[in-house]
Nanobody
Framework: QVQLVESGGGLVQAGGSLRLSCAAS????????MGWFRQAPEKEREFVAR????????SYADSVKGRFTISRDNAKNTVYLQMNSLKPEDTAVYYC???????????WGQGTQVTVSS
């Protein structure tokens, strides 16, 4: 059974930074890709970033490219999202998800709220 628990969200002023963490249980973590998604009020959930099992080949949504960095520590079963130069439009609930080789996501965390004030 895989469980994902996000942390690190909060309230920050525009231009500030936050680092989100996602702790995973289960032995599958280190062999599968991980992703971050977000959902703003009254909007659909959208892709933010993805990283493969080894920590390589990160990919990002255009809206966060150059500002966000995804990384992982397989020894700690944790994936991170470093968010810099935050904007009010980054306000959302952020979710981490366990990926698969085929590209889909099988397990999701409960989410952590990020609020960026102008």
């Amino acid at each position: 059974q895989v469980q994902l628990v996000e942390s690190g969200g909060g309230l920050v002023q525009a231009g500030g930074s936050l680092r989100l963490s996602c702790a995973a249980s289960g032995r599958m973590f280190s062999s599968l890709p991980m992703g971050w998604f977000r959902q703003a009020p009254e909007k659909e959930r959208e892709f933010v970033a993805r990283i493969d099992w080894s920590g390589g080949r990160p990919s990002y949504a255009d809206s966060v490219k150059g500002r966000f960095t995804i990384s992982r520590d397989n020894a700690k079963n944790t994936v991170y999202l470093q968010m810099n130069s935050l904007k009010p439009e980054d306000t959302a609930v952020y979710y981490c998800a366990l990926g698969s080789a085929g590209g889909s996501y099988s397990h999701w965390g409960q989410g952590t709220q990020v609020t960026v004030s102008s």
